[in-house]
């Protein structure tokens, strides 16, 4: 709630003193997460997906110990991610399969919170997939669509769907969700950009299907990107604008950008921070004159002390993984979640 403070208080700072002019208290509060859990592999060898390493007997030693110990911990931290209660929808990437989705809400501290599960097996070399976790009594599902993506200039390339779904938050007003995980950046960042640049461009024409049938349309895109919010893919073929105080319907808006404290991104390599998981909606979400409102504070990265750990190579902090090279530490996730809060 001290987000939402925030974006009431210091609406004027973003948006000018009458951009947002029916802004009030909020009555209900509609939490979403995104996270990267990295990893989250079954313990069975899939012939047809490079998961060897993930096995009892492959080079990380990976066993059903070491997953459920995982799940408790995505559990903590999807949990604590979600505040005062339990997040209402969930967006999640590199996970391998449904079984993995499966023993997380049931055998978790989720079980009985009533966690529906979205996911589909991907043609991803690695077999790590996008998906959706919601709760049934919190967000109805009217919609959902996995977009394949095919590289027309590598037709031998793979990559993760972009997930789609549409459905009632809160019982209040229709909400677009299209959850990504793009190209990642092995093997360079200007070899791998094309890529991301194409499904930006593919993410684009969704979004722009969304609003011929309704300019208002509520759009939520997350995800990680391999991207930061000011790279071309985000900025140009995506369109995602940072001109807070001009937000109107039909336009796409990157809120995350720019933040500071503790920590400035989501992940860390050679002791720089990336902000690669990121939150973009729709203008009608902005300027206030719809049932749903967000703003650009209500955004945020989770950096709770248990989710970090100390960089004893680059200083500072890093996120709290689950191996560090092939030893098993038992962590998290090498990336941090991400929040946005919608109200009404």
């Not at 209402?88 to 993995?100: A, D, F, Q, T």
């Not at 599902?141 to 009632?168: E, H």
């Not at 011929?212 to 990107?225: E, K, Q, V």
Request: aromatic share 14%; net charge neutral; charged share 20%.
């Amino acid at each position: 709630m001290i987000i939402l403070t925030l974006c009431f208080s210091s609406a004027a700072l973003f948006a000018g003193e009458n951009s947002f002019p029916s802004l009030k208290s909020p009555s209900g509060v509609f939490r979403i997460v995104f996270y990267n859990v990295e990893n989250l592999f079954d313990t069975v060898n899939e012939p047809d997906r490079n998961d060897d390493a993930f096995t009892p007997s492959g080079e990380r030693r990976w066993n059903s110990y070491r997953l459920d110990n995982k799940l408790n911990n995505l559990y903590k931290a999807l949990a604590a991610a979600g505040g005062w209660r339990l997040p209402s929808v969930i967006g999640l990437c590199e996970v391998e399969n449904k079984y993995v989705l499966e023993k997380l809400v049931n055998e978790t501290g989720f079980a009985g919170a009533g966690f529906e599960i979205i996911h589909r097996n991907s043609a991803d070399s690695r077999g790590i997939d996008v998906a959706v976790l919601y709760r049934s009594d919190d967000f109805v599902v009217l919609d959902t669509l996995f977009k394949v993506i095919r590289f027309p200039f590598d037709s031998l390339a793979t990559t993760r769907d972009i997930l789609y779904v549409k459905g009632i938050a809160g019982a209040k007003d229709t909400v677009h969700f299209f959850v990504n995980h793009w190209t990642s950046r092995w093997g360079g960042q200007a070899a791998t950009e094309p890529y991301r640049n194409y499904t930006a461009s593919v993410l684009r024409s969704l979004a722009d299907s969304v609003f011929r049938i309704n300019p208002r349309a509520s759009i939520i895109i997350m995800g990680d990107f391999n991207d930061e919010p000011e790279d071309i893919s985000l900025r140009l073929y995506l369109g995602a604008r940072f001109d807070y105080d001009q937000s109107v319907p039909g336009k796409l808006y990157n809120l995350s950008h720019s933040k500071k404290g503790k920590v400035s991104g989501t992940l860390k390599f050679q002791g720089e921070w990336f902000l690669f998981d990121q939150f973009i909606v729709s203008g009608s979400l902005m300027d206030g004159r719809g049932g749903l409102k967000t703003c650009p504070l209500s955004a945020k990265i989770f950096s709770a002390d248990f989710l970090l750990t100390t960089d004893n190579i680059w200083f500072g902090y890093k996120p709290f993984r689950t191996y560090e090279g092939f030893r098993h530490t038992g962590g998290f996730s090498d990336h941090l979640p991400v929040i946005l809060d919608l109200w009404w």
